[in-house]
């Protein structure tokens, strides 16, 4: 344990180190969720004439949708970085050349995953953070954190199904060293079957297909308790029901990892750039 834990730390500083060298993306990943919540800002006062819908309040609970956004912009940072930080960081070691001798080293594979997951999620931690001040000097955008255990609980445990998602991906990168038009696939799927950008009631096909992303239950017990003015008892299913998914996604990115590695070394081909 104590020798994972030493891999851990030290791919954890290696990558955000490797981050911090380029500023320019630290302000772009901050700035770039909020750019794409304003064309919709704007969209919604065109069509409604206001801040606020009795329409999207009789789908959500709530009829201020300029908060109902944000909160998905804020939450789609942790996705983005699952879908592009694993297994772009795979990538990346390729890139450096690094790759072949990082994974035929004795270290656990699975601690330098988990390293560079975390650290992906200490920088997108900063950037919501960031996004956070941003939102409420030019919006005045303000949320009303009464149960904050409920909040924490439900980032936990997506950042924990997301790690199984960015796993998966890291596996499909050694074996197929390319995988961007896939995370660019799953990234527009996640805008059309979670309610990042709206509510998924209005189609019944999106709502039964958000069921089995993490995305959606966390987003579910983020807003109940920051905007719609839930209860704890409100929040516990799903909670339950977010953990029940994250266990599926973790259980399918090991396999999927694990299992691809396996034929990545039989066909020797781990160090191929």
């Known amino acids: ?56 309040a ?7 949708y300029l908060g109902y956004i944000m909160i998905g912009a804020f939450v789609s940072t942790f996705v983005f970085s699952s879908l592009y930080g694993m297994g772009g960081s795979i990538r990346e070691e390729s890139y450096y050349g690094t790759l072949e001798i990082l994974l035929s080293s004795p270290a656990n594979k699975l ?20 996004q956070l001040i941003l939102c409420s000097l030019f919006f005045h955008f303000r949320m009303h954190w009464v149960l904050v255990l409920p909040v924490v609980l439900a980032m ?4 924990i199904g997301l790690y199984g998602l960015g796993i998966g991906l890291a596996g499909l990168t050694l074996r197929y060293k390319e995988t961007r038009g896939l995370t660019q696939t799953i990234n527009q799927m996640m805008f059309l079957f979670t309610p990042l950008r709206y509510p998924v009631e209005v189609n019944s096909f ?26 704890a008892g409100d929040l516990v299913s799903p909670l339950l029901h977010l953990v ?15 299992f691809l590695e396996s034929r ?10």
Request: proline share 3%; charged share 15%.
């Open 1 to 56: 344990m104590k020798t994972n834990l030493r891999v851990l730390w030290a791919e954890l500083k290696k990558s955000i180190k490797i981050f911090l060298m380029y500023p320019v993306e630290l302000f772009g990943f901050s700035v770039f969720p909020i750019l794409w919540v304003i064309p919709l800002v704007f969209q919604g006062k065109a069509l409604v004439g206001s801040g606020r819908s009795a329409g999207f």
């Open 58 to 64: 009789a789908l959500t609970g709530t009829d201020h």
């Open 111 to 130: 601690a330098i995953l988990l390293g560079k997951g975390l650290s992906d999620t200490v920088i997108s931690t900063c950037m919501v953070t960031v």
């Open 156 to 159: 936990g445990s997506l950042v």
């Open 206 to 231: 999106a709502r039964s297909v958000s069921v089995w992303i993490p995305v959606t239950y966390a987003l579910v017990v983020i807003r109940g308790a920051g905007l719609l003015g839930k209860t």
């Open 244 to 258: 029940g998914v994250d266990v599926l996604f973790l259980a399918v990115g090991l396999g999927l990892f694990f």
């Open 264 to 273: 990545t070394r039989k066909a020797g081909t781990l160090g191929q750039y």
